[in-house]
């Protein structure tokens, strides 16, 4: 399954504005500065305590055209590869040498999950419904139960099979 990741630029650009338009751990890990530092002319000294605001970069104007907008399409070039460049700007694992170490798995376990659930399953909304994507805040962003989601019948011992079986196929090659 891992083997089509490149002829699935679309669930890829999927994947990556889910990361930035949730951004669902809206700050890094704390971080301390090691000396007295100034960033963008705002001085940092010794042994202060920093954050990176990763809700606010994934939601820049200058960075994003339309930040509030879910569009997908933003990441894919005309070719219809994915822009590594824009690509490269989505910050959810942290930044730099303390970056989480876990980034690439969880990226990988992400577009596994994913594609599975899309092979398997059919998501639906009711056309009469809305649905409220206002997250819940606190130390990550979540949201609300939605009720209003219909996912066809799959058992399932067959998901979890199926997911396992392209786990070993992933690790054996």
């Not at 700007?89 to 992400?110: D, H, N, S, W």
């Not at 989601?149 to 099979?161: M, Q, R, T």
């Not at 997911?163 to 690790?171: D, L, R, T, W």
């Given at each position: ?14 994947i990556?504005?889910m ?7 809206p700050?890094t ?12 002319g ?17 939601h820049?104007p ?10 997908p399409?933003r990441?894919?070039?005309?070719c ?5 460049n ?25 577009f596994?999950f994913?594609a599975?659930?899309?092979q398997k ?7 009469d ?18 009720d209003h ?13 199926h ?9 054996i090659?």
């Open positions: 399954m891992f083997s089509d990741r490149a002829q699935l630029p679309y669930m890829n650009a999927f990556l504005e990361l930035r338009h949730s951004s669902f751990v700050f890990i704390p971080h301390s500065t090691t000396r007295d530092t100034n960033l963008y705002f001085d940092i000294p010794k042994g202060r305590c920093v954050f990176i605001n990763q809700w606010q970069v994934n820049d200058d960075l994003w055209r339309d930040p509030f907008i879910f569009r399409e990441f894919i070039t005309t219809g590869k994915i822009d590594r824009l690509s490269d700007k989505v910050i959810l694992f942290g930044m730099g040498q303390r970056k989480c170490i876990g980034e690439t798995i969880g990226r990988l376990e992400i596994l994913l599975i659930l899309l399953l059919e998501f639906s909304v009711s056309a419904v809305t649905v409220d994507m206002t997250p819940i805040y606190g130390l990550t962003m979540k949201h609300r139960r939605c989601f219909k996912v066809c019948n799959i058992s399932w011992s067959e998901l979890v099979k997911a396992i079986g392209s786990m070993k196929e992933c690790c090659s």
